[in-house]
């Protein structure tokens, strides 16, 4: 049975810190390239993140450059968004999801259909 389970949401103030965990099981972590897209309320999915499969390639979206984190650990079968100076506009739930190495790409489409896997959420909310 194949499983992604985020962790690590919640409510942060302006300007704080989060870290995002996603646990994969049920297939080969090490041969999918992993992304974290996000939804807004009212909006719809926001690519945010991608790693490849060994964790040399990453891509942001603009709109997190230089304060969001991506890695992976495929002994542990983990991927992670390390989150700073968080800004309101962050509020959303963020998923993780994986892809097939052989039609991966660096940048995410923001369709949940694409993945080969998507998990379940974590809510992050940014308020003062």
């Known amino acids: 049975q194949v499983q992604l389970v985020e962790s690590g949401g919640g409510l942060v103030h302006p300007g704080g810190s989060l870290r995002l965990s996603c646990v994969a099981s049920?297939?080969?972590?090490?041969?999918?390239?992993m992304y974290w897209v996000r939804q807004a309320p009212g909006k719809g999915l926001e690519w945010v993140s991608t790693?490849?499969?060994?964790?040399?390639?990453?891509r942001y979206a603009d709109s997190v450059k230089g304060r969001l984190s991506i890695s992976r650990d495929n002994a542990k079968n983990t991927l992670t968004l390390q989150m700073n100076s968080l800004k309101s506009e962050d509020s959303a739930v963020y998923y993780c999801?994986?892809?097939?190495?052989?039609?991966?790409?660096?940048?995410?489409?923001?369709?949940?259909?694409?993945?080969?896997?998507w998990g379940q959420g974590t809510q992050v909310t940014v308020s003062s």
């Open positions: 790693i490849n499969t060994v964790g040399e390639t990453t």
């Open positions: 999801a994986a892809k097939g190495r052989t039609f991966a790409r660096a940048v995410g489409v923001p369709t949940k259909e694409w993945y080969d896997y």
């Open positions: 049920g297939f080969s972590f090490s041969d999918y390239w």
